[in-house]
């Protein structure tokens, strides 16, 4: 039984049923799906907070130069693998730098991180600009197909010929919302948590850096 057939009888299609309906262009768009929960699935692993570093991690690490002094901190810093440690690794090796050089170069790393982390976000949007447009692809040439059986088979006086034909061409177009909507909401979700990284970076300099920079001792007034 068609999906047609089953709403006609009073019975929703099925999930597959109406997967089936959909036509050759539900193809491309499954590619889509699989991609886009491909790399949903990656990014929620590779940006877990663990993964990039976590705020007890670097308090120890603040902890450790305020007590124990830079060498110190810095071995603390080498021995983790995370995205926060090697910007921190990166700032203690430019303690004896001038402010300026060692903010440029932290700066630099810190961009080059953040921009490595945002790499595997772009297929999602990919996703979410493409599928809305295969479903509506699909749609199109669905009422061309519809409108052609209609003008092909003389059936005027058969609307149920051109519901049939519309019903199946939307689905299409479901199936494309339906892909590109959580695509769209799992890339802002991944991008706000990049950006919290990158707050979080910041202020761990904030607190790093007057640590490395001696006080300058104000000029008595003439």
Known sequence: MNPVQAAHGGAMPSLW???????PLMWPLGLCSVIALAFVVERALRLRRAALGTELSGKRIVDTLRSSGTAAALELARAERTP????????????????????????????????????????LMIVYVVAPLLGLLGTVWGLIEAFATVATKNALGRPELLAAGVYQALVTTAAGLAIAIPAVVAYYHFKGRIENFARGLEQLYGEIDPLLVPREVPRASA
Do not use: C, F, H, Y
């Not at 926060?84 to 700032?91: G, S």
């Not at 004896?96 to 630099?108: F, I, L, Y």
């Open 17 to 23: 049923e109406l997967i089936a309906s959909g036509g």
């Open 84 to 123: 926060q440690a090697r910007v921190v690794t990166a700032t203690l090796e430019q303690a004896s730098a001038s402010p300026s050089e060692r903010e440029k170069r932290v700066e630099d790393l810190a961009a080059l991180e953040t921009k490595r982390l945002s790499g595997n976000l772009r297929p």
